[in-house]
Each structure stands twice: as structure tokens, then as C-alpha cells.
């Protein structure tokens, strides 16, 4: 079983910027790929930022080009730089994880999410 843990959400100004952070751990062949979504009050869920073992990478249009995701392979972790920040960016922000077992099964993991609110 493969848990992830988030962290790195807070308040921020509109402009600013944050580093969310997501670590998994427990028992797994191999991460695959590790993403971000993010659900904002009364809206969806809805990706953000994919990222493939490889270092392959895929962003929502409205995040291109201000959000940079990043992985460490060696330490199962992914990473969300997160730049000139908007009001609209406030949402609770969770991790993502596709993985495969020793049982060579393919399974998928969320983490608990993290709170980012932008305002000033």
C-alpha cells in the first residue's frame, strides 16, 4: 500500500509564489506517473500538472507558463513551483500517484490535499 503526504500550501498575495511538495512511501515496484489537481469551493476536481517517470511533463492551459511541476525519483517525490499566483489559483491541491505493485498490479493513490489561498 503506497501513501502520499502533501505539503507546502498556505496563504499567499496575489504575485507570490509557493513550492508544494508530495512524498510517497509504503510498499511499491515502481512510481509511474505523479500529478496534481487541484478542486477549488463547489467546483470539480481538475488536473494541473502530470509528470512521467521519464520527466515528461503536461499542464492545464490556465497554469502554463507560471507552474512548473518536478520530480525526484530517488526520493518518490514530486513538486509544484507555483509563480505569480492568482486569486483563482485558491483550491485545495492534491497529489497523484499511478504505481505498481510487487504484484505487478497497477494501482492509483491521492494524497489529502493541501490548502493554497491567494489574497491579499
Known amino acids: 500500500q503506497v501513501q502520499l503526504v502533501e505539503s507546502g500550501g498556505e496563504l499567499v498575495q496575489p504575485g507570490g509564489s509557493l513550492r508544494l511538495s508530495c512524498a510517497a512511501s509504503g510498499r511499491f515496484l515502481i512510481i509511474n506517473t505523479m500529478a496534481w489537481y487541484r478542486q477549488a469551493p463547489g467546483k470539480q476536481r481538475d488536473m494541473v500538472a502530470t509528470?512521467?517517470?521519464?520527466?515528461?511533463?503536461n499542464y492545464a492551459d490556465s497554469v502554463k507558463g507560471r507552474f512548473t511541476v518536478s520530480r525526484d525519483n530517488a526520493k518518490n517525490t514530486v513538486y509544484l513551483q507555483m509563480n505569480n499566483l492568482k486569486p483563482e489559483d485558491t483550491a485545495v491541491y492534491y497529489c497523484n500517484a499511478r504505481y505498481r505493485t510487487w504484484a505487478l498490479e497497477d494501482l492509483e493513490v491521492w494524497g489529502q490535499g493541501t490548502l493554497v489561498t491567494v489574497s491579499s
Open positions: 509528470i512521467s517517470r521519464g520527466g515528461s511533463t
